[in-house]
């Protein structure tokens, strides 16, 4: 009895920490494997599409002679790409409707705001004798 329960301990701890066996070092740090290597990629690559995205949008920003953008044009460019990859990220996680509605709804609720108020401005600009035509 007591020589299987030596045996069985041992067994044990070679298993918890063979470095190979990556179920096993999962199940001894508490993780569990969620997503699959094709939703690790694909996530990755939108990943990295943002980053590539957000660095010619600063380069086009920074470049650009002739026309100047107000910090809240900048702010709402950047804005909706971060809000429309994450999205995307989340839907290639693997993340189910469920889990990913209520961050949807909140991208939605900043994005409208953002642009909801630059058509306030737009709108209040022309009334008080902007640079643009009113319509009578």
């Known amino acids: 009895m007591t020589l299987s329960f030596a045996q069985n301990a041992n067994q044990t701890e070679n298993k918890e920490f063979d470095r190979n066996d ?5 199940n001894i740090l508490g993780f569990e494997r969620v997503t699959s290597s094709y939703e690790f990629l694909l ?6 599409l943002t980053i590539f995205i957000l660095i010619f ?16 044009d900048v702010l709402r460019l950047i804005v909706t790409t971060l809000v ?9 996680a693997g993340f189910s409707s469920e889990q990913i509605a209520p961050a949807v ?6 994005v ?22 009113k319509n009578s």
Do not use: Q, W
């Open 22 to 26: 990556t179920t096993g070092m999962a």
């Open 43 to 48: 996530s990755i690559s939108i990943v990295l």
């Open 57 to 72: 949008e600063f380069f086009v920003i920074f470049k650009a002679k002739h026309i100047t953008f107000k910090p809240e």
């Open 84 to 92: 429309v990859c994450g999205t995307l990220f989340f839907l290639a």
């Open 105 to 110: 709804g909140l991208f939605g609720t900043v």
């Open 112 to 133: 409208g705001y953002l642009l909801g108020s630059a058509e306030k401005n737009r709108s209040s600009s022309t009334e008080d004798g902007g640079d643009e035509p």
